[in-house]
């Protein structure tokens, strides 16, 4: 059985994935559930491979190894308002998940809690829902809920630094926890060794610690990564 968009076309899926067994089990899954899929695994293949031809549906990591996935959701909702975007990532902290949905992506998936079946929620996702894992959605309602509440009174206490990290310095501060090296770190983003420094004092600054251990106690504290 082939999946069919409005046109009678096949769907076609690129998906953005770095981790190979990971991409292999999820294209592997599609493929057989009858859509055209195609693979990335880095922003700039998946920059060529939008360069080609415009899919129905994204789905992609955030971390990859030459950028971060908000830039790829970014410019593909700028140049393809019509095309679907999901998120498959291990990352749920706020300020990945609201950098997503804010440019553009209109569904969210945590590794940790995917769903078995990729092709019925890729097909929700077609026919206009927005498939989000439950402890993501929690969280998005407290957060409005909060902003509600801010709107007919003031805020009971100074807001969380969370808003003020970026999404590089979010994935700094996971390579900081898991114990890489400064080195691992710019390997792993796919940055210069001489960058990191910089967005870790950065970090430090906005979380207000002075150490490494310190700024993990933090980042875990406020949601901003789980161990």
């Not at 971390?63 to 959701?73: A, F, K, N, Q, T």
Request: net charge negative; hydrophobic share 40%.
């Amino acid at each position: 059985m082939t999946e069919r968009g409005e046109t009678g076309e096949a769907i076609a899926i690129l998906l953005v994935e770095d981790d190979a067994p990971t991409c292999w089990r999820l294209q592997d899954a599609l493929v057989k559930a009858g859509y055209e899929v195609r693979t990335a695994g880095t922003l700039g293949e998946a920059r060529s491979a939008l360069g080609d031809a415009a899919p129905r549906v994204l789905l992609t990591d955030l971390r990859l190894p030459d950028g971060h996935g908000v830039e790829l959701i970014r410019e593909t909702r700028q140049r393809f308002p019509d095309t679907e975007i999901m998120v498959i990532s291990a990352l749920g902290d706020e300020e990945s998940v609201i950098s997503a949905i804010t440019v553009g992506a209109t569904g969210y998936l945590l590794k940790d809690a995917f769903p078995s079946d990729i092709a019925t929620t890729v097909r929700e996702l077609v026919a206009g829902h927005s498939p989000i894992s439950a402890s993501i959605a929690r969280f998005i309602v407290r957060r409005t809920q909060g902003s509600a509440q801010g709107s007919a009174e003031p805020p009971p206490g100074p807001m969380l630094n969370t808003a003020k990290l970026t999404p590089r310095e979010i994935d700094i501060l996971w390579g900081i926890a898991k114990g890489f090296s400064y080195a691992e770190i710019a390997s792993h983003l796919g940055l210069s060794r001489q960058t990191v420094p910089g967005h870790i004092k950065n970090i430090y600054r906005k979380l207000e610690v002075h150490t490494r251990s310190e700024a993990v106690f933090e980042a875990v504290q406020q949601g901003l990564i789980k161990l």
